[in-house]
C-alpha cells in the first residue's frame, strides 16, 4: 500500500478506542466526540478501505478478524507515536522524570527516602505520581513506574526485578498476649480482601481472629495497626520502617506470597541518563529489602 492510500489517522484512532475501550460510547467519551461521529469514521474507514471491519453483536458490536488484525497494528503504531513525542517533549522541555509507585508503598517507604535521591542529584527532578497495576506511559506521561508485577505486562516494556513480596501479621507490642490468646480483631485491605484467609492455610496453627475489618488501601491499614486497633496482614515492604523504630512486631516472621516488584519501563527507546541514575538508585533502594 502506497503511504497516500493510508486511511485518515483521525479514523484510525477512533477505530482503535472502540477495539481496545471495547464500546462506540467509551472510545467517544475518551475522544471528546459524539456517538455519532465516532460511528461514522469507523464506516468511513471500513469503505475507505473495503474491509468489514466491526459486526453488530448484540447491541454493540465486535471486530472481525480484519478488523481484529488492524485494531492491534493501529494500537502499536499509535502507542510509537505517541511515546515518541513524549520522549522529543522530554528531551526539549527538560521536564522531570515521573515516577509513578502503588500509592502504598510510595507513601509507607519510597517518600521517606526519596530524599536520599535528591541530595546525590540535585540537579534532576522527580514528580512522582501514584497509581497500581497497568498503565499506559505514554497517555500517563510517566518514564519509570514500581509495581507489584500481578498482572499482564507489555511484551515491549523492560522490566528490573526489585524484590518478592513478603506477607505476615503486624501489631502493636502491648497487643501480643491477646493475640496469642486469639482475642483480636484481623485488619485487612481491600485490595487484598483474602489476605487472611491466604495467611492462615499458610499458618493453620496461627490464632484466628475473631472478626475481620477491612480498609481501602495497605497505607490506612498499616497506620490503623500501629494505633492498636487490631492485626494487620501486611507486606513487609510497607510496615518495614514502623518495624525497625519498635512501632510495630511481626512476632511471626514475614513469608513470600510468589508476587515480585519490578521496575517498568516503555522499553521503545534507551533512557536518558537521569532516568537511568533513578533506576539505578531504586534498584539499589530495594536491595536493602532483600536482607
Partial sequence: MKRSEIPSLDDLRAFEAVAR???VRAAADELALTHGAVSRRITKLSRDLDIPLVTPEGRGIAMTPEGALLSEAAGKALALISETL???RLKETHAPIVLSCERSVAMR???PRLSQFQ???PGIPVHLSVGGGTLNFARDGVTLAVRRLDFPVDPDWRIIPLVGEKIGVVMVPEMLDAFQAGNFIGLGSKTRPDAWSAWLDQNPEAPKPSEIRLFDHHFLLA???ASGLGVAVCPHIVVC???ERGRLIAPLGFVEDGSTYGLIDPGRSELSEAA???AHWIGDAFA???S
Fill in 109 to 111: 517507604w519510597l517518600i
Fill in 288 to 290: 536493602s529489602l532483600r
Fill in 21 to 23: 475501550l471495547g464500546s
Fill in 241 to 243: 520502617d514502623d518495624l
Fill in 223 to 225: 497506620e490503623a495497626a
Fill in 276 to 278: 537511568r541514575s533513578l
Fill in 119 to 121: 541530595e546525590a542529584h
Fill in 86 to 88: 513524549t520522549s522529543i
